[in-house]
C-alpha cells in the first residue's frame, strides 16, 4: 500500500514539473519581445486639448496586440486614439480602445494591431483627451494647472523612460508633483506604472486660450481661370473664466490678403500674421464694426477669407486636379468640420480621392443644374488626421460666355415683347384713367421701431402658447383652461401676424437693404418652421423604437444647432432694425 502511495506521489510531482515547464515555454514565448525605450510627451494645444505622444522602440517580433494604457481615471477623457509606425506614417494601426491591461484593475487600456509589423520596431500611440484637464485660475489667468498620466502604462518593463510636458516656450513652472517640465530622462520603467500627475505654470501670451470649436466649414471656390478663394467659419465657444476677444487661427499654406468678417458679412479688423512658417494668424472678434469680448460660456461665429494661388495641374484624364492638406499645422481640436469644393459653372468633375487618417469622413459629389460641388465631413479633426483631397475637373471656356449670353437674351426677349405691345396700343377715344404708380415707402423710425416692437410681441405669444402646452402635457393646468387660453392667444397671433405682415410690406417696397433683410427673415423663419417639424418627426420616430438613442441625439443636436443659428440671424436683423430706428 505505501509502495502504491509513494508511486502516486511521484507521478505527480512529475507531472506538476512538465506542466509548469509547458507554462514557462508559453509565457516565454508571447513574451518573445521587450520594450527598449519609450518617449512619452504630454502636449497642450492652441485650445487647452491635451495630446499625449507615446513613442515606443520594441526589440525582437512584436505581439499582434500590443497593450498600453494609463490610470482608469482618464479614461473619461479620451476623445480619440490613432496609431502608425513612426518610420513609415502612412501605415495606420487599428486600436480598440477602453479595453483590460492583462486583466489589471484600475487601468484604462488601449490594444494596438501591429499588422504589419513597424519599421526598425518603432511606432506611436496618440491620445486626444479633453480640455477639461487644463484648468485656468479666474483671479490669475496666466496661471494654469494640468492634470495628466505622468507615465504610460505597459505590461512588460521598458529599458528607458523619457517624459516631458510640450508647452509653449514662454511658459513657465510654478509647482507640480513632477520636479520640472522634462521630469524623466532614461529612467526604467516598470510594468504597470500608476501614476497621476499635476502641474501648474504661468503663461501670459496667447498661445493657449480655452475655447472649442463647435464647428468649422471651409468653402473653396475655384474660378474660371483657375483662382482660388477661400472661406473659413469658425463657430467658437469660450471655455475660459475670462474674455476672449481674439483668437489664433491657421490659414492653408500660402495664404494671401487675409479679412475677417462677421457672421452677416461685416468687415472687422485685418487679422495680424503671428507666424509665417505655419501660417497662424491672429484674428480679432468683432460683431457690427466694433470689437467683441466673449465671456466665460458665449459662443459667436466670424469668418476669415483669403486667397490662393493657383496650383492646379493636368491630370491623367486630360483635366486639372487640385490637391489640398486641409488641417495642416492646425494644433487646435475641431469638433465638427465640413468642407466644400466648388466649380465654375459648366465644370465636370473627373475624379475625386480623400486619403485620411481615420475612416469616420464622408465625402461625395453635389450636383446642380449647371454646377458641382465636393462635399466632405469630418467629426473630430486636427494636425495628425493628415485629411488631403484630390479633385480632377475638366471646364470649357467657353462657359465664360455662358451668363453674358443668357443675360443678353432675356434682354432682347424683352425687347422684343415690349416693340409688340407698343404696336398694338392704339390712340385712345377718349379720356382713360390712369392708375398712377405707387412710389416707394419711405422707411421712418416710427416704422422700423413698429416693426421690431410687433415681432417682438410674436415671439412672446410664441413662447407662451409652447409653455401652454408644456403645461397641459404634464397635466399642470385642466383641459378645458388650456383650449380657452390657446384661443385667446391665437387671436391675439392673428392680430400681431396682420399687422406684421403690413410692415413686412412697406420694408419691401422701400427695396435696397430693408428689402434684403425681409427676405433673410423669411428664410430663417422657414428654416426654423422646417427644423421643428423634424424634431418633432425625430422625436416620434424615436418613440415608435425606429432610430437608436446615440442617433436620436446626433440629430436632435444638429436640428438644435440650425434652429440656434436661425434665430442667431433673426436677432441680429432684429438688433440692426432697432440700432437704425435710433
Not at 177 to 186: C, D, L, Q, R
Not at 343 to 360: M, N, Q, R, V
Request: hydrophobic residues 40%; aromatic residues 10%.
Amino acid at each position: 500500500m505505501k509502495r502504491k502511495l509513494s508511486f502516486a506521489v511521484c507521478v505527480a510531482v512529475h507531472l506538476i514539473l512538465v506542466l509548469n515547464m509547458l507554462y514557462v515555454k508559453n509565457v516565454q514565448a508571447e513574451n518573445s519581445y521587450t520594450v527598449e525605450w519609450i518617449n512619452h510627451n504630454v502636449e497642450v494645444l492652441a485650445n487647452g486639448y491635451v495630446l499625449i505622444n507615446d513613442t515606443i522602440k520594441v526589440e525582437g517580433t512584436p505581439p499582434t496586440d500590443f497593450l498600453i494604457g494609463f490610470p482608469y481615471r482618464y479614461g473619461g477623457y479620451v476623445l480619440k486614439c490613432l496609431a502608425f509606425s513612426t518610420v513609415s506614417p502612412a501605415q495606420r494601426y487599428n486600436v480598440t480602445v477602453g479595453v483590460s491591461l492583462n486583466g489589471r484593475m484600475g487601468f484604462y487600456g488601449v490594444s494596438v494591431v501591429l499588422n504589419p509589423p513597424p519599421d526598425k520596431g518603432i511606432f506611436s500611440v496618440y491620445f486626444l483627451l479633453s480640455h477639461k484637464l487644463l484648468s485656468q485660475s479666474a483671479t490669475n489667468t496666466s496661471l494654469f494647472t494640468l492634470d495628466f498620466p505622468a507615465y504610460p502604462s505597459l505590461t512588460v518593463k521598458a529599458s528607458s523612460c523619457n517624459a516631458s510636458l510640450v508647452l509653449p516656450s514662454n511658459a513657465k513652472y510654478v509647482s507640480g508633483t513632477v520636479p520640472s517640465f522634462n521630469y524623466a530622462n532614461g529612467i526604467e520603467l516598470q510594468s504597470f506604472r500608476y501614476e497621476e500627475a499635476t502641474v501648474t505654470f504661468t503663461l501670459t501670451t496667447k498661445e493657449i486660450q480655452l475655447f472649442t470649436v463647435e464647428e468649422f466649414r471651409r468653402e473653396i471656390s475655384i474660378s474660371p481661370t483657375g483662382e482660388i478663394t477661400v472661406s473659413d467659419s469658425y463657430y467658437i465657444k469660450n471655455q475660459s473664466p475670462q474674455e476672449i476677444s481674439s483668437i489664433q487661427v491657421v490659414l492653408l499654406p500660402n495664404a494671401s490678403d487675409p479679412t475677417v468678417e462677421d457672421e452677416f458679412g461685416r468687415k472687422g479688423t485685418k487679422p495680424q500674421l503671428v507666424d509665417a512658417k505655419t501660417n497662424c494668424y491672429d484674428v480679432t472678434l468683432t460683431f457690427a464694426g466694433r470689437t467683441l469680448a466673449l465671456k466665460s460660456g458665449e459662443s459667436a461665429r466670424f469668418i476669415v477669407k483669403y486667397k490662393l494661388p493657383s496650383f492646379l495641374s493636368k491630370s491623367q484624364q486630360g483635366g486639372e486636379t487640385i490637391p489640398l492638406q486641409m488641417f495642416q499645422n492646425v494644433k487646435y481640436y475641431i469638433k465638427d468640420a465640413w468642407i466644400t469644393l466648388t466649380f465654375p459653372e459648366g465644370a465636370k468633375i473627373l475624379d475625386l480621392s480623400c486619403i485620411s487618417s481615420s475612416t469616420d469622413v464622408t465625402y461625395g459629389v453635389v450636383r446642380d443644374v449647371f454646377q458641382e460641388r465636393v462635399v466632405l465631413h469630418r467629426q473630430g479633426a486636427l494636425l495628425l488626421d493628415a485629411l488631403t483631397v484630390s479633385v480632377s475637373y475638366t471646364y470649357s471656356v467657353l462657359w465664360l460666355s455662358f451668363r453674358p449670353t443668357l443675360w443678353t437674351w432675356a434682354l432682347a426677349t424683352f425687347a422684343c415683347a415690349l416693340i409688340a405691345a407698343w404696336k398694338k396700343v392704339k390712340a385712345p377715344a377718349k379720356a382713360v384713367a390712369v392708375a398712377v404708380p405707387k412710389v416707394a415707402v419711405k422707411v421712418t423710425p416710427e416704422i422700423l421701431t413698429s416693426f421690431v416692437n410687433t415681432y417682438e410681441e410674436k415671439r412672446k405669444i410664441l413662447t407662451e402658447i409652447k409653455s401652454l402646452e408644456t403645461a397641459v402635457s404634464k397635466g399642470r393646468i385642466p383641459r378645458q383652461r388650456y383650449k380657452v387660453q390657446r384661443k385667446t392667444l391665437e387671436i391675439r397671433l392673428a392680430t400681431v401676424d396682420r399687422n406684421l405682415n403690413e410692415l413686412k410690406g412697406k420694408l419691401r417696397s422701400a427695396g435696397g437693404r430693408y428689402a434684403d433683410l425681409m427676405r433673410q427673415l423669411e428664410v430663417a423663419e422657414t428654416e426654423i418652421n422646417e427644423v421643428e417639424e423634424d424634431i418633432r418627426s425625430v422625436e416620434s420616430r424615436h418613440r415608435r423604437g425606429e432610430i437608436t438613442l446615440e442617433a436620436y441625439r446626433k440629430l436632435l443636436a444638429d436640428y438644435q444647432r440650425r434652429k440656434e443659428k436661425a434665430e442667431t440671424t433673426i436677432d441680429g436683423i432684429l438688433l440692426r432694425l432697432r440700432e437704425e430706428s435710433r
